[in-house]
């Protein structure tokens, strides 16, 4: 079970930074080229 | 009407997000968090069925117009449904009617989810409007939930949900459209009030949801796109596409799960996760361990677990193994035909029970010729890992192509 969980130990700021640039990157990809209103096989079962 | 509870490009469901850890993440008084939470998730099945416009009518003081309008509401049955649903997890906690509140609730279930799952509905009048209401709220998902707490409130084992946790077990906004399935006892277990959202949290939160959201609409559609053929290929490239319809399949589905997963962490709301590397699975037990993990634990509880402990109570000890391969039949029978009413869902079902009733026997075997020594460097041993796990892969995947071919050769 995955509450938010309460282990806030320190992260270097460049890990941080790091982090935070792959996921604009990530979301960046998906804005590019993901496909517009593509559905996922499981939904509304 | 577009019933989509997760469309990328649609805004609705980030809308709602971005206003749940708003509104939840400050709130420390547990009733009000439940209502707040439970107003959220009201308001998105609001967004995602339509609110009747009640304003026109009412101003012309067309009162038999509004409450028609009303009554033709999505929403306003939803709703309804989610207040009997109250009512009797109230009456089996209180053995009102002895059992027949539980007979009833069982009645209505199979009704809606035959409703739903069966695919010759689609076309008859009215039902068609039930159906498309009931996918949109991802009714299969829900019906599972509320059996969850039915047995578990009947058995005395948890207390019966008040009515904002009704819905907020029931219908959480960010499992709607396709779970996972939270066990009951998880959902009371988790605390009132969840511990601050800390910055590396809400930091791991957005990271799986971009994650999930990269794994669907990049990789997956990118492989899909390039790829998968719609037309039968020759051997080599036709089992390739075998394996490869199945690691879409699981990228599809676990992006989904990283999202939830992930909009869950931000809002401090438990989420169960939904998969574990299925992929490295050995055997079909321990791919049932990883795979679609609060379907098979809802499995296993209510399904498999109850029917074997039946079995050997009349039969005996010593016919445990043929118990446990009746639970496993009767288990993935019925969790073929919650996927859908349909003989290939069906033989999908008895492949899987089969394969499982294969490796339960075959671990058996081994144990005994094998001895817990043997048993042990036996099942370290590289070489037997990957052949396990590349058979087990190739097992899934082939169960996969049974739920599809048919469909494929009708076209």
């Known amino acids: 079970m995955n509450g938010p969980d309460s282990t806030n130990g320190s992260i270097p700021a460049w890990q941080i930074a790091v982090r935070l640039v792959w996921v ?20 509304g079962f | 009407m577009d019933r989509s509870p997760l469309d990328l490009y649609k805004p609705d469901f980030w809308y709602t997000l971005a206003i749940a850890v708003l509104v939840l993440v400050p709130l420390k008084a547990p009733v009000v968090r439940k209502w707040a939470w439970a107003a959220i998730n009201l308001a998105f099945l609001g967004v995602l069925l339509g609110v009747p416009d009640l304003w026109g009518p009412l ?4 009162y038999l117009e509004a409450a028609r309008m009303l009554g033709a509401s999505d929403l306003l049955r939803v709703c309804a449904c989610l207040f009997v649903a109250y009512i009797v997890l109230q009456a089996v906690q209180r053995r009102w009617l002895g059992v027949i509140p539980l007979a009833l609730a069982g009645l209505a279930l199979a009704t809606l989810f035959t409703i739903h799952k069966l695919p010759s509905t689609a076309s008859v009048y009215r039902l068609a409007d039930v159906k498309s209401a009931l996918g949109a709220i991802g009714f299969s998902y829900a019906a599972l939930r509320l059996v969850d707490a039915l047995r578990l409130t009947h058995e005395g084992r948890h207390a019966a949900p008040d009515l904002p946790s009704t819905i907020n077990y029931l219908l959480p906004f960010h499992m709607l459209a396709a779970g996972p399935i939270q066990g009951y006892a998880d959902f009371m277990a988790q605390p009132a009030v969840p511990p601050p959202l800390g910055a590396s949290d809400a930091l791991r939160a957005v990271e799986r949801i971009a994650l999930g959201l990269f794994k669907k609409y990049v990789i997956a559609d990118l492989l899909e796109s390039s790829l998968l053929t719609p037309f039968p290929t020759p051997f080599v490239f036709g089992a390739f596409e075998v394996m490869l319809f199945y690691f879409l399949l699981y990228l599809d589905f676990s992006a989904y799960s990283d999202i939830t997963v992930g909009a869950g962490r931000l809002m401090g709301v438990a989420t169960p996760e939904n998969f574990n590397r299925p992929y490295v699975a050995r055997n079909l037990v321990d791919f049932w361990d990883r795979w679609h993990m609060s379907l098979s634990q809802f499995i296993y509880r209510n399904i498999f677990i109850p029917v074997q402990m039946a079995l050997v109570r009349r039969t005996g000890p010593k016919s ?16 073929g035909l919650w996927h859908s009413l349909d003989v290939r869902w069906a033989m999908w079902g008895m492949m899987h029970a089969l394969g499982l009733v294969v490796v339960v026997w075959y671990r058996a075997w081994l144990k005994r010729r094998l001895g817990r020594e043997a048993m042990n460097r036996y099942r370290a041993h590289l070489g037997i890992r990957l052949l396990a796990v590349v058979l087990t892969q190739a097992y899934v995947a082939v169960t996969l192509q049974v739920v599809t071919w048919p469909l494929e050769l009708s076209t």
Do not use: N
Request: charged letters at 0%; hydrophobic letters at 60%; a positive charge.
């Open chain 1, 24 to 43: 604009v990157v990530q979301l960046s990809l998906v804005y590019a080229l993901g496909a517009t209103g593509a559905q996922f096989v499981y939904q």
């Open chain 2, 59 to 62: 101003q012309r003081q067309a």
């Open chain 2, 320 to 335: 445990a193994l043929w118990c446990g391969a009746v639970a496993f039949l009767v288990s993935f029978l019925l969790c």
